[in-house]
């Protein structure tokens, strides 16, 4: 199956991913051997570090495009935006790039180690300015890890969440892993993404796709591999996360799978 990444690092310049073209053309090389067909770039918007605006990643995706288009690869422009009190302003002032046929998806990274307090009324902020939050990675943050059951709360609010495919392959440890698998098997994903930055951590989901289709079933690898990024591009609705393991198993609390809450 045809596999979109959602979140990529890979523009030398703008970030910590790629440092040079040398090496962002060898990452391109390696997204295109796994199979991958779409690629996101997602440079980090995290003001006072990473400030790279939209003219600019649109410049840098347009000028990699032929050399992608040589590896059959599709490039689509758009950033990964720390969670900020002043991240819906920014977006209301066109600093930061979202995703989408409308630009209506933000790729949004929450903090990594706690969830502030202000979270929620902040994605709520870029809700009403029209903007669907997309967790980065949330198995990756203490905050959601140590509180699972706020992501079903967020996804029930209409947030949707981009997980990391390596999370899945365990190159995170046997902690995210396990928590990536359950937020995969409760039917909490709507997007894969390497998070690709180096050769180190490269652009390749072939190995996450296999596990997702063996965790949740081949229909929900597709939905999240390929087709709901395909609705993202297209403005189709992104379809529900439901896998099959989600809609035939009993439902069971968070609590089940994370012994740490106990
Ligand atoms: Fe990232």
Redesign the pocket.
């Known amino acids: 199956m045809p596999v979109a990444d959602c979140?990529t690092?890979l523009l030398p310049g703008l970030d910590d991913g790629a440092q040079s073209e040398e090496e962002a053309r060898e990452l391109l090389g390696l997204a295109a051997a796994s199979g991958t067909k779409i690629l996101f770039l997602t440079p980090h918007y995290l003001p006072g570090h990473f400030q790279a605006g939209p003219q600019e990643v649109q410049a840098a995706v347009a000028a990699w495009q032929e050399t992608a288009s040589d590896l059959d690869l599709e490039l689509v422009a758009g950033q990964?935006a720390y969670l900020d009190p002043g991240l819906p302003e920014a977006v209301r002032d066109g600093r930061v790039l979202p995703l989408g046929r409308d630009r209506s998806f933000l790729l949004v990274?929450l903090p990594m180690d706690h969830l502030p307090s202000w979270a929620d009324d902040t994605l709520f902020q870029l809700q009403l300015k029209g903007i669907t939050p997309v967790l980065?990675h949330p198995e990756r943050c203490a905050g959601v890890i140590k509180r699972p059951e706020w992501l079903e709360g967020a996804v029930s609010r209409g947030l949707l969440v981009q997980l990391n495919g390596p999370s899945l392959t365990g190159a995170h440890g046997p902690q995210v892993e396990k928590v990536a698998k359950s937020f995969l098997r409760h039917g909490l994903v709507h997007f894969l993404g390497s998070?690709a930055h180096s050769r180190h951590r490269p652009p390749v989901l072939r190995p996450a796709v296999e596990a997702v289709v063996s965790l949740a079933g081949t229909e929900a690898a597709r939905r999240i591999a390929w087709e709901n990024p395909m609705a993202l591009l297209s403005g189709h609705a992104i379809a529900s996360a439901a896998t099959e393991a989600a809609a035939t198993a009993p439902r069971r609390p968070f609590r089940h799978f994370f012994p740490w809450n106990r």
């Open positions: 979140h690092h990964e990274e980065a998070d």
